[in-house]
Nanobody, 121 residues
Framework: VQLIESGGGLVQAGGSLRLTCAAS????????MAWFRQIPGKEREFVAF????????IYSDSVKGRFTLTKNLPENTLYLQMNNLKPEDTAVYYC???????????????WGQGTQVTVSS
């Protein structure tokens, strides 16, 4: 299984980025998908997850209304559109997959290598 994230970068506060997670080696339509983020010295934090069909996205309170999670089944790709970014969104963002679902990192079997998002004030 491979989950490859891309799309991170440096952006000013108020700006936007779109993260991409390309999945291979798993049955994408049978896995729930999620994004987590982590800054050095802190635990990995839940951002959003979506069910295996991509029909029910759930967001953390800190990103609700600003981030949009989309699961493209034909492309085997997960997207995270991030708008109105804030400095506190700065972190390494990780894509994760599992046949289970939830807000805890322990719920997920597969992880990508992460992509850095930096938001300047």
């Amino acid at each position: 299984v491979q989950l490859i994230e891309s799309g991170g970068g440096l952006v000013q506060a108020g700006g936007s980025l779109r993260l991409t997670c390309a999945a291979s080696g798993l049955t994408f339509s049978r896995n729930n998908m999620a994004w987590f983020r982590q800054i050095p010295g802190k635990e990995r934090e839940f951002v959003a997850f979506v069910n295996y069909l991509g029909t029910v996205p759930i967001y953390s309170d800190s990103v609700k209304g600003r981030f949009t999670l989309t699961k493209n089944l034909p492309e085997n790709t997960l997207y995270l559109q991030m708008n109105n970014l804030k400095p506190e969104d700065t972190a390494v963002y990780y894509c994760a997959a599992s046949q289970f679902m939830g807000r805890r990192p322990e719920n997920y079997n597969y992880w990508g290598q992460g992509t850095q998002v930096t938001v300047s004030s």
